[in-house]
């Protein structure tokens, strides 16, 4: 009989315990942000978008990948300033003497506007317990 309610105890303590943690993750305290960001009206093909608090605010800034015009990432809750930057590798046209010995043909020059990442105008609120979904139309003019 003694060994009938060990039994039950520990069962008892295996299904508590599989209920606590399912599903359970650590509150990092960031939030999901996910959009689409676009330029000239088409799908940004690769990227990179980065977002941090506003001066003087608190929050941590992250960065992630933008692929096929999309993104998702984990953001601190508040107004927040987004920069967005693509490269594209151009042709060198006046190579110097150094690029030529060391065969430098190519470099990367950023295809988005300095006032969506330099000068960043961009802005975003991240709400906690809602789904932040955040698009970016930008312009080359």
């Known amino acids: 009989m003694k060994s009938l309610k060990l039994h039950l105890l520990a069962l008892l303590c295996v299904a508590l315990s599989a209920v606590a ?11 999901d942000v996910e959009g689409k960001v676009t330029l000239d009206g088409q799908p940004l093909a ?34 927040m300033i987004v920069t967005i930057r693509s490269q594209k590798l151009v042709k060198i046209e ?32 991240v709400k906690k317990g809602e789904k932040n979904v955040v698009n970016f139309d930008l312009t080359t003019e």
Request: with cysteine.
């Open 21 to 31: 943690f399912s599903g359970c993750k650590p509150d990092d305290g960031l939030c």
């Open 94 to 125: 006046n190579p110097t003497q150094d690029d030529i010995d060391h065969g430098v043909t190519e470099r990367d020059e950023e295809i988005i506007p300095s006032k969506y990442n330099q000068q960043s105008e961009l802005k975003m609120t």
């Open 46 to 79: 690769t990227g990179t978008i980065n977002i941090g608090p506003m001066v003087g605010q608190k929050g941590t800034a992250v960065g992630g990948k933008i692929e096929n015009g999309m993104y998702k990432v984990r953001a601190s809750e508040g107004e």
